[in-house]
Structures are given as structure tokens and as C-alpha cells.
């Protein structure tokens, strides 16, 4: 669904050392890295919005707060600098200067009311979540991003590659000798 034949994934930890992070990230960075994906180990919070990463891995407790942590920074520095371009004349000429250019419909994508639904993930069915103060716009956008995971084929190319990594793992599990 991202156009590329090889997502670059990696775990949201608290450093890029392959030992840092909690039981949980340590685990699957090592899983991680007995599969076939394009891993580029562990990612930070600063690398969310870098062109480093496709797909980040973490737990559903901690994506939650990522994202509603970004939504609200992403709020906060619109309202931040529409105050700032309304604090005096010359600004306010600034903003109406502004409004032809492309920066106003790009501030629009990223409030919440314009946000799609968030895939999640590990459930036996196409799961997606938007924001219960979602509006009529955010909705339409969620039921198209899910159409798109369906028409994809999403959960059956996940089950297949569990499937097949479960088997992969466990290929190795029983060629690594006893004695190791």
C-alpha cells in the first residue's frame, strides 16, 4: 500500500542500539532480525518524520501516545503561528499574502478533523480506528484507506508472512544445535 516492494521497518525504542529499550523491543528486535524484511534496527522519535523509516513497530500503549502526540503538536503550532501572523497589521497582511500560497491547504492535512483511521493491528478482521470527535471528512478518509486495505489484500498477505516467518523461526530453532 505504500508503493514500495520493500518497506524499511524498524522498532520505536529509546536509542538505535540494537541493546537499548525494554524487555518487549529487545525481544523483537532480535525476531526482527532472523526475518526476511528490510530491518534497519531501532528508530527513534526523531526519525518519525525523517525519510528514514516506512513502517515503525512499536506496541499499541505506546503508538497511541505517538500519534496523539504529534496530532497535538501538529494543532498547537497552527494555532501557534495563527496567533503569531495576527499579533499586528503587518503580520495580518503576511496571512493574507499567505493564503495563496500552498501552505495553507498542507496546514489543513494535519488537523485531526482531516485524519484518517489508524490500521491496527493483530486482530482476525480489517480493524480501524479514527478519533471519536472525528467529523464527516475524517470518516470518508477512513472508510477509503480501509476499502484500499481490503482491495490490497492486507490481513491475507499479514497471515501469510507470520505464517511464514513462525516457519522460518522455527526452522532455525531446530538447526541450531543443542549444545549451543
Known amino acids: ?3 514500495r516492494k520493500k518497506p524499511r521497518v524498524g522498532i520505536l525504542s529509546i536509542g538505535t542500539e540494537d541493546s537499548k529499550g525494554n524487555e518487549l523491543t529487545l525481544e523483537a528486535f532480535k525476531l526482527c532480525q532472523r526475518l526476511d524484511l528490510n530491518f534497519i ?4 522519535g526523531h526519525d518519525l518524520f525523517k525519510d528514514h523509516v516506512d513502517v515503525v513497530v512499536c506496541d499499541g500503549f505506546v503508538g497511541n501516545i505517538v500519534l496523539k502526540t504529534c496530532e497535538s503538536l501538529a494543532v498547537g503550532m497552527i494555532s501557534m503561528l495563527k496567533r503569531e501572523l495576527m499579533r499586528n497589521p503587518k503580520r495580518q497582511l503576511g496571512a493574507v499574502a499567505r493564503r495563496k500560497t500552498p501552505f495553507k491547504p498542507s496546514a489543513g492535512a494535519w488537523t485531526r478533523r482531516s485524519m484518517a483511521a489508524r490500521r491496527l493491528l493483530g486482530f482476525n478482521g480489517m480493524v480501524f480506528k479514527a478519533h471519536g470527535s472525528a467529523r464527516e471528512r475524517a470518516i470518508a478518509s477512513a472508510l477509503r484507506v480501509t476499502a484500499d486495505a481490503v482491495q490490497h489484500h492486507v490481513n491475507e498477505i499479514i497471515a501469510r508472512e507470520i505464517v511464514g516467518a513462525n516457519e ?5 530453532e531446530i538447526s541450531i544445535p543443542a549444545s549451543a
Not at 41 to 44: D, F, H, L, P, S
Not at 168 to 172: F, V
Open 1 to 3: 500500500m505504500l508503493g
Open 41 to 44: 534496527g531501532n528508530v527513534e
Open 168 to 172: 522460518k523461526l522455527a526452522a532455525a
